[in-house]
């Protein structure tokens, strides 16, 4: 089935490219052009749980326009916001899966879904606390190609402030909150190294923004504005690496009309003179999920910013 091939292919590149910079290899975006990568063409792999308690994806190739190849629906839980999805083998190499976390009423979850070569994806969940009830947006971190290594959970919340949690054996443990969050409203991380994550913002006002948050626990959020507006349309955004000069694809998903739009960002640097981005358009696709990640793997790390 389409989703177990993509991951696949998804591990495949990021064992080799593990510890290799992603950016743009070249410049892109007139009509025609591509942006292509070490491995062939970049692209977006974006998944979504439904209202109707399925789950749907689509592989987007930088394209303008973009193309886009769907993968097939498959039964999962109903959910009310999800962190990205993330491609890994059993610790024996005999199984493939995906896994993530999601929200649901006031509790988290964590999903582990075999993929099977020949069946149906088989999802199974496990609920990892309660207490998520004020929390509108969550995204996770996952910088695991050499120590020291970590695994955060960020959470947007309703009081204005951005939350991050670090993984803890099967679940998590608090490590403080920054205030100063109040209008922001989709996030999802542009970059995971040693020393800091980021997330990729916007605002109910439009704006879009980077925010680096040092992995040192007293350190404050680096922030820094990318645009002063057009971005109010997104309720969710979907990030992957393209290329070897840290620049990233961005699709950002418009959820009044189920539409995804479909960007290449250089390495971000603040505002437009230091960061560029180019509009491929919309996806030719319908985004009709709850809300919308990317499925990446384990083995990658996104380095955007």
């Given at each position: 089935?389409k ?6 292919v998804?591990?495949?590149v990021?064992?080799f490219?593990a510890s290799a910079a ?6 892109a975006?007139q009509p025609?052009h591509?942006a292509?990568g070490s491995f062939?063409?970049?692209f977006n792999s ?12 689509v592989?987007?190739?930088a394209?303008k326009p973009?193309?886009?190849?769907p993968y097939?629906l498959?039964?999962?839980?109903p ?5 990205t ?5 059993n610790?024996s190499g005999?199984?493939?899966y ?5 929200l649901?009423g ?6 582990t879904?075999?993929l099977p070569e020949s069946?149906?994806p088989?999802p199974?969940?496990?609920k990892?606390g309660?207490?998520w009830?004020s929390f509108?947006a ?8 050499a120590?020291?290594?970590h695994?955060y959970?960020y959470?947007?919340n309703?009081?204005?402030?951005l939350?991050?949690y670090?993984q803890?054996g099967?679940?998590?443990?608090a490590l403080?909150?920054f205030?100063?969050?109040?209008g922001?409203?989709a ?17 109910n006002a439009g704006a879009l923004?980077t925010?680096r948050?040092?992995?040192t626990a007293?350190?404050?959020p ?6 002063k507006?057009?971005?109010?349309a997104f309720e ?6 393209c290329?070897?000069?840290?620049g990233?694809?961005v ?10 739009y479909?960007?290449a ?13 180019t509009?491929?358009g ?8 709850i ?9 990658d ?5």
């Open positions: 089935m989703l177990q091939r993509l991951a696949l998804v591990a495949g990021g064992l490219a992603s950016g743009p290899a070249l410049a975006g025609g591509s292509v062939g063409p970049c974006v998944v979504w749980p439904t209202a109707a308690n399925t789950a749907a994806g592989d987007i190739t394209h973009p193309r886009a190849t097939e498959f039964n999962f839980f959910t009310r916001y999800s962190a999805w993330y491609t890994a083998w610790a005999s199984q493939y995906v896994y993530g976390l999601f649901l006031g509790n988290l979850y964590r999903h879904t075999v069946f149906a088989r199974t969940v496990a990892i309660s207490g009830t509108k969550i995204a996770t971190s996952n910088y695991s190609i120590p020291p290594r695994a959970l959470g947007l309703t009081n204005g402030s939350y991050r670090a803890n099967a679940g998590y443990r403080g909150s205030a100063g969050f109040r922001f409203k996030m999802t991380v542009i970059s995971e190294t040693a020393t800091y994550d980021t997330l990729l913002m916007t605002t923004y925010i948050i040092p992995v007293t350190a404050k680096v922030v820094k504005l990318i645009r507006s057009g971005w109010s969710s955004l979907a990030v992957d690496g290329g070897t000069r840290g990233s694809l699709v950002g998903v418009d959820h009044d009309t189920d539409s995804g479909q960007y960002f250089s390495k971000a640097n603040g505002t437009a003179t230091a960061t560029a981005i509009s491929y919309k996806v030719p696709a319908v985004f009709n999920g809300n919308h990640v990317s499925y990446t793997s384990y083995y790390q996104l380095v955007g910013e």
